[in-house]
């Protein structure tokens, strides 16, 4: 019940596509969706976040749909460009819970 | 402002060594966390602390330990290496408070092979 479950695993869009990536999750109590992105020989960074009250949350091109009822959330790149190319990590938590809830992550390769 | 910080950033070590992961924050952040990265496996929790003097265990934590007796600082020893300890292990900290200052911000990691 605490596994969050992304997919797909990797994924190839074109310059200028739209790139989704999606992630499950079992555990009703998780309230807090954030998405990281990790570069080649990097750590991951905080990319775009958002809480159940809402069912998107959009900052520039990059949006996050929730599904409540459904309990599944998605990241939308659009536009995506080669400098999009990484590694997205989703991830959930609960209340004062500290510790997140990490997907498997996606290879995400944006073709020029 | 260093941020958090890593080091050694690369390592390699035999079978049955002991080794120390450095970590080292300049934010004062409650919550520090060990994290290691394997393909297929994404990230998973080896240990975090809430404190200084105050840690738990992760999802993998066997044949770690760790202390923290100074918030800026959470070092990760293996005490014994063995070679599926291969891994690349990132440091990871948060302010602590709850509502929307969740961010963890993560260092760069430390590529560990053990041979």
């Known amino acids: 019940q605490q596994q969050v479950k992304q997919s797909p695993q990797s994924l190839i869009v074109q310059k200028g596509g739209i790139s989704i990536i999606n992630c499950a999750y079992e555990?009703?109590?998780?309230?807090?969706f954030p998405w990281y992105q990790q570069f080649p020989g990097k750590g991951p960074a905080l990319l775009i976040a958002i809480r159940p009250d809402v069912s998107e949350k959009k900052e520039g091109r990059f949006t996050i749909s929730f599904n409540k009822s459904a309990k599944q959330f998605s990241l939308h790149i659009m536009d995506s460009q080669p400098g999009d190319s990484a590694t997205y990590f989703c991830?959930?938590?609960?209340?004062?819970?500290?510790?997140?809830?990490w997907g498997a992550g996606t290879k995400l390769i944006i073709k020029p | 402002d260093a941020g958090i910080t890593q080091s050694p950033r690369y390592k390699i070590t035999e079978t049955g060594r002991q080794v120390t992961l450095m970590c080292h924050q300049t934010?004062?952040?409650?919550?520090m966390f060990w994290y290691r990265q394997d393909l297929g496996h994404g990230l998973r929790l080896i240990y975090y602390s809430a404190a200084a003097d105050i840690t738990d265990k992760g999802e993998v934590p066997d044949g770690y330990v760790v202390s923290r007796s100074k918030t800026e600082n959470f070092p990760l020893t293996l005490e014994s290496a063995t070679r599926s300890q291969t891994s690349v292990y990132f440091c990871?900290?948060?302010?602590?408070?709850?509502?929307?200052?969740?961010?963890?911000?993560f260092g760069p990691g430390t590529r560990l092979t053990v041979l």
């Open positions: 991830a959930a938590s609960s209340g004062s819970n500290y510790q997140l809830i």
């Open positions: 990871a900290s948060r302010l602590g408070l709850a509502g929307d200052i969740d961010t963890q911000y």
């Open positions: 555990n009703t109590a998780f309230d807090y």
């Open positions: 934010w004062s952040h409650s919550y």
